[in-house]
Every structure is written in C-alpha cells, then in structure tokens.
C-alpha cells in the first residue's frame, strides 16, 4: 500500500501534531490545524508530501466544563487501527543508552480533488519496547521536558530514519517548528566527513548540504513557545549522537533551543505572516526570515452552503480559489444572504443540541474561539461589562465561546473560569454560550454560521492566526486587533474592521473595541447606518479580497516555488 507513494521523490513534512480529522485528536490547536490543512491543499494540488507525526494515541485531550465553569480534561483516547494501517518496518534509535523500537501507522489523507498524501504516524508501543517507553508517543504536549525530548528524539531522529527504511526518497525536509529540529541531527550523520578529511576547527560534517536539504517554519513570537533543553539533559538522552561541541554550536551555548537549532540547519526559513516574520528577523538578528502568511483550504472550511453557491458561480474555485475575487460582482446578494442564514441555522441547531440554549436567528452572533491563554485575552470583550450592556441595549447581539486551556496553563484555566462567570453577569441582556470540547467539527460550524468574528490578541503575539480566515471563506467578517494575518488582511469597512490601530497602546483595546461595536459594526448589520445592503457588501469584501488570497493553496504554491525548488 505503500507503493503507491514511494516511486517519486517528495517533501517530508514534520510536524509534532496534525489535524487529520476530526475523530483522530493528535492536534492541540492552530499549529496542528495548519499542518493537516497543509497536507489537504498538497492533496489538491498533487503536490507530493509525506508527513510525520507522532501518533499520540491518548490523544491531546477532550474538554468538559464543571457547574462552576472549570474546565475538566478527559483522555481522548483513540484506535489507529480504525483509521490507519499498521506497517511493516521498524526502526530503534538511541535513548538513554538503550534502543528504542519505532514502528509507524499509515494514514492516507484523501483530497477533495482526488489527490491522495501519506502521512506516517510514529509509534513506539511495541512489544520490543520496555513498558516506559512505549508511552514515548502516547501523550500529545503530556509530560515534562524529560518525556518531551525523547519525544523530539522519536519524531525528529526515528522520522529520518523510518522513512529511510520505508524506502521513501525525500527531496527537501520542512520542520512544521522547531520540534523536530533533531531531524537535521541525523542528517548531519548521514553527511559526516570521514574523520582523516577533516581540517582543524571544522565542523565534522557537511553542514551545507543539510542546510540545503532543510526548510524551517517558526511558529511563534511567544518565548514558551520555543523549546530549550539542558544539555546534561541533552547528552543524557542523545549519548554521544553528535558531540557536544557540535550541539553548542548549533543550538547555543547554555542549551539545547530547538529553534537556534532548526535556523541553523535550515537554508530557507519563514514567518506565517508578514508581521511575524519582522518581528523573528528582529528576535533571530543574523538569520533571514522569509513571509510565507498561512492559508486555509477551501473546501475543508468552507460550508455546505457557501460550497454550492460557489460551485455554481465560479465552478473551479476549490483548485484557483482565485476565481473568488469575482464574488462581488458574479453572486447576487440574495444568494450570499441565504447561504449565510442556512450556514447560522446549522450553528444554532448544534448550540441547542450541546447546550440547550436556543440563539435567535434574526440576532447577529459574534465568536470567539480558539486556544484559551492569556496573550489570547478572551476577556478583552468583557473588560467593562456595563458597557458591554449599554451596547447590547441600543443593538442587541449574541455571544458564542469556546476554546481549550493547555492542562499546564493554570492561566488559561482561569480565564475559562472567569468567561462563565462573566456570562452569567451578562444573562439577560446579551446571550453568551460556552461550548465545550472546541475541535474541528466545532470550528467548522462557528466559523460558518456567526456574523462577525472576533479576535482580540496582545500585540504582536498572534504569529498569523487562522480561523478568520476560515471565516472569510464564509462570507464572515472578522473584527480583529491588527496584529498576524488581520495586518494584511483588514480594509476597514471592506473586508471587516479593525480594533485600535497597529501601534496603539493595548489599554485602550477595549474601548476602541466598544466604539467600533457601537458605532460602525452594529449599526450597519441592523442598517441603521443609511447603508442598506452595506452589510452583505462587506461579507463579499471578506470573499473576495481575503479568501481570494489566504488559503493554503497559495500558501503551498509559494513553499513549493520558493523554499522547495531551489
Ligand atoms: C483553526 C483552528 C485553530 C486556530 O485558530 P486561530 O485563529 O489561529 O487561533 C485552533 N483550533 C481549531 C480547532 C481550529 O479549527
């Protein structure tokens, strides 16, 4: 079965988790969301990918909220066998100086344009394996920094060499971040020098020619977003891999940073927006950070309804989701308009299936979702909430929520906490849902059928940010702080809005975003504004000039030009 993925050469692209599907919860959040909506437009566009990830068969982890609004973790167990096949090939890497035995699982994913992508899922519950190591890949960001590097280890060290022994031949690596720097490591192997070559001072390897093969994507601005590890710990687990001179050059002196790490590895790094990447140029001097903004794929988050208007008004959209920037002119606002309410209805069923709450139809409902920490500031909304009143008094709006906290984020937790009790202060006035367990399926269904979505991130933390752009394939605008994608994706009053402007101090986030709630957004979905059908003009503006330009399609189409093919 492996056949047909292994006659031509392809990109192997690493990544720690992956949102495969819905049923399957080796994903956390955005990181991994991108990674499969990677994996589904270089389906589309037959692109040749192979993809590995860890298997993470006790899954990240499924969400419940308690009577006092705390969230509860569940396991999230799931079976590969459902879903993948097992293979044949083994390989062991050195950890603590013993072998440890990986196997992997093959899922293939299916395109929507009959495009097919092999993705490995690694695995080291065997029977060869002591019993402390066959939960090395169990657990999606579970542990602590001893299991997370053997972790890195399996993925970046057994990945290479699984692949090897699959007989894949690989044309370039991508690091879907800087967890499976160690990749390059066991490249360096592959490319030493034999020791009589060598002339004093160089390094022990031919560094350039990994370098070539290598592509790094940096994900985050936020400094807990790149890992570090002690090198006692580091040499510890790796033994005697590669010297430990050779580590320090590569990945700092006082620790292992898997970032310093995979930019010193890689000849073509990126940013996922334009933003982003000034500022990594800025954090990472010495280094050239390219700007590759993040896209979404079409037809995973776009909904029924929007599919077929699409299908048949510009019929090749899901391949040149291009052609979208005819919308303004080619669909009649009526068809925009009721692909919409279809799209709301469909939300507003599954609120009250989960829930019990019924939200009204003819109420604009704004969203929020996505991880729950605090650089996020879900609570921006709900700063002063007597002034959130005052606005739902002159226009009445409905609120849905959701979003996981990391299990280590006592942070996160607690801003859960405080949403419900905000959403209670608020009962009778303005409607707030939470739903639990936020995931794809969830996604998919608020990105659709809200009015307006709403981010609201301390600057200049949200490296790009996706679902608003999932939203935009939707027709629906985004509210946004001008910080990752909605940098170069706002033109207010075209495309949706702004909260404050790029440079504002972030104190005043809250009353800007009042102010534009109040003044500009309501009022024109109610058309008050002396604006009739200035509404739907916007949510064309949302089609047209963003989901025109920021989908995944275009996304790979750059990564395939610029950092593949050179
Ligand atoms: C798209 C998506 C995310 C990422 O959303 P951001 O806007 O980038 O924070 C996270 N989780 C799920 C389930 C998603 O579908």
Redesign the pocket.
Known sequence: MLDDFIHEPRIAYFSMEI?LRNEIPT????????AG?TVRSAADLVLPLVAVSLVSRAGYFRQAIDAQGRQVEQAAVWEPRKWAKPLDAKIAVNIEGRAVWIGAWLYVLDGYLGGRQPVLLLDTDLDENQPEDREITHYLYGGDDVYRFKQEIVLGIGGVRLLQALGFRIRQYHMNEGHSALLGLELLRRYAYPPGDLRPGELPYDLPRVRALCNFTTHTPVEAGHDRFSYALAQRMLGTTVELATLKHLAGEDSLNMTRLALNLSEYVNGVAKRHAEISNTMFPGYRVHAVT?G?PPFT?TSEPFRKLYDHYLPSWCHEPEQLVRVDCCIPDDAIWDAHLQAKQTLIEQVRARTGVALQPEVPILGF???MTAY?RPDLLFADLERLKAVARQHAFQIVLA??AHPHDEGGKRLIEQLHAQARALEGVVPVVYLPD???D???AL?AGVDLWL?TPLRPF?A???????AAFNGVPNLSVLD?WWVEGCIEGVTGWAIGNAVGADDGDARALYDKLEQVVLPLYYGYSGDPGGWIKVMKGAISKNASYFNSHRMMRRYATEAYIR
């Open positions: 949102a994903y956390s959040g955005g990181l991994g969301v991108l909506d993040n979404v988050w979702a996505r991880r996020k979003g996981k936020y995931d794809m969830i996604a998919q990105v981010n949200e790009s940010g996706t679902s608003g752009m999932k990752g």
